[in-house]
């Protein structure tokens, strides 16, 4: 049996189920935010929503990396491959997320711009070693997931005197998004009684930074890996939580997640960035020291320094998107009027249907309703 067939067993999915049916208070509502993308996506992929009583609800939140990115950042890059004539890199699903005035990535690249599809930076610095002739942008993009990576590529350039490579740094950080979301005030903000911590964020900073939820906010988190069983575990665990009417960090992924974290790569993070003092995030605003820049030290290696562009659009999402809702959990893809209809993975109108790990792609990938309350979707874990 594969390692992860385990994780994935239909049997084991439905006797959570029924432990999670058998321990519900039916009278009360246990709205579990997942944050991450990829939880969303095995939520939806799995069938998980309908294996759960109807007052039991997973609600998306915003950690998707490209859905995140704000669409000034994004026409910053476009202009800085237009005017600068760099080779500009970047991860792809970035190069279909729609800009301001219908242009994106590909459409530059379309248009004459450099504009490369890397899967690593590691092909970055290859391109940059290749081409010493041309200046090579890296478009850096994440959460505390890909940030290390980055690190070390701006410290492998240090060293071998890359001068023609530098670092569009959009790194951004979960627990002031986290924050930013349990903050939101009254009926603006979206009422969750449970987050589901991140995995992959978690393997870097450790479930420690996540303290903050259950002595602020007095709601319980649990951090958990990305397969069905671990979603269902999860959502067990804070049931349990809350009908105990206890709030505290628990750790569902203990197989990856220690309370520390990754400690070299916290290192090399701490070595080259430092915290913006603020920085914008689509859907969330600008959110104070919520993001990553190059430090002093690296200021060479620094895109915005070394290529200053200006860029004065109005950045208005298209009109009818609701990924902004969607990001702070206020809505859901299939409360989109144009998903499915203008806003296919063919024809992307907002980020959150191009991105691999966007809740809009989820729901068009594996069924339209799949996420809420409908029946004869697809079978769960299976
Ligand atoms: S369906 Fe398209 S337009 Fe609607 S929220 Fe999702 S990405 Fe935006």
């Given at each position: 049996m594969n390692y992860l067939d385990a994780f994935r067993d239909p049997g084991l999915a439905h006797s959570l189920a029924a432990a999670i049916a058998a321990e519900?208070?039916?009278?009360?509502?246990?709205?579990?935010?997942?944050?991450c993308g990829g939880h969303t996506h095995a939520i939806v992929r799995s069938g998980l929503q309908q294996l759960l009583p109807p007052n039991v609800r997973f609600v998306h939140g915003p950690g998707c990396p490209v859905c995140v990115l704000s669409i000034a950042r994004l026409d910053q890059a476009i202009a800085m491959a237009l005017a600068h004539g760099v080779i500009l890199c970047t991860y792809g699903?970035?190069?279909?997320v729609p800009a301001s005035h219908r242009q994106s990535l590909l459409k530059a690249k379309a248009a004459g711009a450099d504009v490369r599809m890397i899967y690593s930076t590691q092909d970055v610095l290859r391109i940059a070693r290749a081409e010493p002739s041309r200046q090579v942008v890296f478009m850096a993009i994440g959460f505390e997931t890909t940030a290390p990576a980055t690190a070390v590529a701006v410290l492998q350039a240090q060293a071998e005197g890359l001068s023609n490579l530098s670092f569009l740094c959009n790194h951004v950080l979960t627990p002031p998004a986290l924050r930013a979301i349990l903050a939101e005030?009254?009926?603006?903000g979206v009422q969750l009684d449970g987050i589901i911590g991140p995995a992959h964020v978690s393997t870097i900073i450790?479930?420690?930074?996540?303290?903050?939820v259950p002595r602020e906010f007095h709601i319980p988190l649990v951090i958990a890996g990305f397969e069905p069983l671990d979603v269902m575990q999860a959502a067990l665990m804070l049931i349990r939580r809350l009908n105990a009417g206890q709030s505290c960090v628990e750790n569902q992924y203990r197989r990856a997640v220690s309370e520390a974290g990754n400690i070299r790569a916290l290192e090399f993070m701490s070595r080259v960035f430092v915290i913006r003092p603020s920085f914008e995030w689509r859907g969330l605003g600008t959110l104070p020291a919520s993001a990553l820049a190059l430090g002093p030290e690296f200021a060479a290696f620094d895109a915005e320094q070394r290529f200053p562009v200006e860029v004065n659009n109005p950045?208005?999402?298209?009109?009818?998107?609701?990924c902004p809702a969607i990001l702070r959990g206020?809505?859901?893809?299939?409360?989109?009027?144009?998903?499915?209809?203008?806003?296919?993975?063919?024809?992307?109108?907002?980020a959150c249907m191009v991105s691999s790990e966007g809740a809009c792609a989820a729901y068009w990938s594996y069924g339209r309703s799949a996420g809420r309350g409908s029946s004869g979707q697809r079978a769960a874990a299976g």
């Open positions: 519900t208070d039916p009278v009360r509502p246990y709205r579990l935010m997942e944050f699903d970035l190069m279909r005030p009254g009926p603006e450790g479930s420690r930074p996540y303290a903050f950045t208005a999402e298209t009109k009818g998107c609701e206020l809505k859901e893809p299939t409360d989109c009027r144009l998903f499915g209809t203008a806003c296919t993975p063919e024809h992307p109108l907002g």
